[in-house]
């Protein structure tokens, strides 16, 4: 079973839109999500899958601060040269409790992932037991997934969600370098860019 934690944003203003949802997991599968996506899949789609070089988060050597750097020298070159320019910024707002969980499980299999292993990811979210923990202690009722009523996201808390978010936006970054030009950056050395 999962067991939802509210925490408030703003302490001492218990505003239900401003509610922290951590979900705690089994400790033996949060174990297996971590090792088996977080440390396998990314290793494995380190090395053998080209991973957008957008993609920041979540990459080993790669820091969320090379990522405001290339923002920031590409408003210098637009200004420098200048040129126009657009800039489009999207936040994934609870990225990770919004994400469907087949299209994951594809999306981890388009970076090498086993078909086993993202049933067993896929049938285990299907059939988890969600609670709901407070100050007063975890709810006696429960809810989860069934016909009428999906549950839909792979948990803040979950050991494997940074690595199912890799999997689904480089996805959808790949397909937008596809339909865009944009400015990219290479090391003196040409070994890295971005």
Not at 51 to 71: D, P
Request: net charge positive; charged share 25%; aromatic share 8%.
């Amino acid at each position: 079973h999962l067991v939802n934690v509210m925490i408030e944003k703003d302490p001492g203003s218990p505003k239900i839109h401003r509610l922290r949802v951590i979900q705690l997991l089994e400790l033996d599968f949060n174990f297996v999500l971590q090792i088996v996506f977080g440390k396998r899949m990314m290793s494995f789609a380190s090395k053998y899958c080209s991973l957008n070089e957008s993609q920041y988060g979540s990459r080993a050597g790669k820091l969320c601060h090379s990522a405001i750097l290339n923002k920031i020298l590409t408003y210098d070159l637009f200004r420098i040269l200048k040129k126009n320019g657009a800039v489009a910024e999207y936040d994934a707002v609870a990225n990770y409790d919004r994400m469907i969980p087949a299209l994951v499980a594809l999306a981890c299999r388009r970076l090498g992932m086993t078909s086993k292993a993202c049933e067993m990811m896929l049938d285990a979210m299907e059939n988890m037991t969600h609670k709901v923990r407070t100050a007063h202690g975890d709810s006696h009722g429960t809810y989860k997934t069934d016909e009428k009523f999906k549950v839909f996201g792979t948990g803040q808390g979950s050991g494997g969600s940074p690595s199912f978010w890799l999997a689904v936006s480089d996805a959808m970054l790949q397909c937008i370098d596809k339909e865009m030009t944009g400015v990219k950056f290479v090391s003196p050395a040409g070994d890295k860019n971005s």
